[in-house]
């Protein structure tokens, strides 16, 4: 399992019962209300088919106001802290403010940008399927949202992540080619070492991702636009050059801040890098990438 899947808590189905299985010290674990909300709304992913309606489901007044507590945070610092290619596309996507949209909302509102349309994930969708579906302008996304009692904190991708954090760079057609590219890529890794390679470049890229804009570093990651309190801390890791035989390879800890991200010196310089690698990418150039690196 790549350490990607250790984010989504597990789902199970036994005689037709869906069940989330929260983490010990998972902020809603405690809250019976909160698990079967999380039970139903996984449910309801589980029994989705390509050619169905996207599943709508009836938020509460207490998730609305986690989504508008969240919403209004980060988006000042987006102005601050993201570059004007991203700050532009979340302003022409717009996203609303007083509500959680409905994947079919997020759906209208990227369709004239870019075409990338949502589909609804319960949790974990393997990796195969997660990244190849970019290639055909789809992606995989949650629709539950963090515990109420604290709302600028999830372990987990929410729908706060997957619409805030990606929505906006998915509204961007530059940074849309690199999910698409990035789809392309893991369709034509067969070898499991490969995909884990793609994955990771992928991750310290459209997740995590650094750029420097007029001489400051910028998030464009989804990861760390939709991170409350990583965005203000991103400038804090070590910012090391593009390098993908490093970023395909080093070890990361998905719980705690990331003290190693990878800073290309523009956007340009970041689709000139992490897009040709994601447009040439197979088996053997991944081989020949790792040969000579070291085990991290």
């Known amino acids: 399992m790549f350490e990607e899947g250790q984010l989504y808590a597990p789902v199970t189905t036994e005689d037709g019962e869906v069940t989330v299985h929260l983490?010990?010290?998972h902020p809603g674990v405690a809250d019976t209300e909160y698990r079967a909300r999380r039970n139903a709304i996984a449910a309801a992913a589980l029994d989705w088919r390509t050619d169905d309606p996207l599943p709508s489901i009836d938020y509460t007044d207490d998730e609305h106001r986690v989504w508008q507590v969240v919403c209004?945070?980060?988006?000042?610092k987006h102005q601050r802290l993201a570059p004007s290619e991203l700050v532009t596309a979340g302003e022409r996507l717009g996203l609303p403010g007083?509500?959680?949209?409905?994947?079919?909302?997020?759906?209208?509102?990227?369709?004239?940008?870019?075409?990338?349309r949502y589909q609804p994930a319960a949790g974990l969708v393997p990796l195969v399927e997660f990244y190849g579906s970019l290639a055909d302008s789809a992606f995989w996304s949650t629709q539950y949202i963090r515990h109420a009692s604290l709302p600028l904190y999830t372990p987990e991708p929410d729908v706060l992540h997957e619409v805030v954090g990606h929505a906006t760079t998915l509204a961007s057609p530059r940074l849309a080619a690199l999910y698409r590219a990035a789809g392309g890529a893991a369709r034509r890794c067969k070898a499991p070492e490969?995909?884990?390679f793609v994955s990771k470049v992928f991750w310290f890229s459209l997740?995590?991702?650094?750029?420097?804009?007029?001489?400051e570093p910028k998030a464009y990651g989804a990861g760390l636009l939709s991170s409350y309190g990583e965005i203000e801390e991103f400038v804090n890791a070590d910012l090391r050059p593009l390098d993908?035989?490093?970023?395909?390879?080093v070890s990361y800890d998905i719980t705690h801040y990331q003290p190693v991200l990878f800073c290309g010196d523009s956007l340009e310089h970041v689709e000139d890098v992490v897009g040709d690698f994601f447009e040439t990418v197979d088996d053997a150039l991944v081989e020949r990438l790792t040969a000579f690196v070291p085990t991290r």
Do not use: C, K, S, W
């Open 207 to 215: 997740e995590f991702g650094v750029l420097r804009e007029g001489g």
């Open 23 to 25: 983490a010990a010290d």
């Open 194 to 196: 490969a995909l884990e």
């Open 98 to 116: 007083d509500h959680i949209p409905q994947l079919t909302e997020v759906n209208d509102l990227l369709a004239p940008h870019t075409g990338f």
């Open 72 to 76: 209004a945070e980060l988006q000042a």
């Open 244 to 249: 993908i035989p490093l970023m395909g390879t």
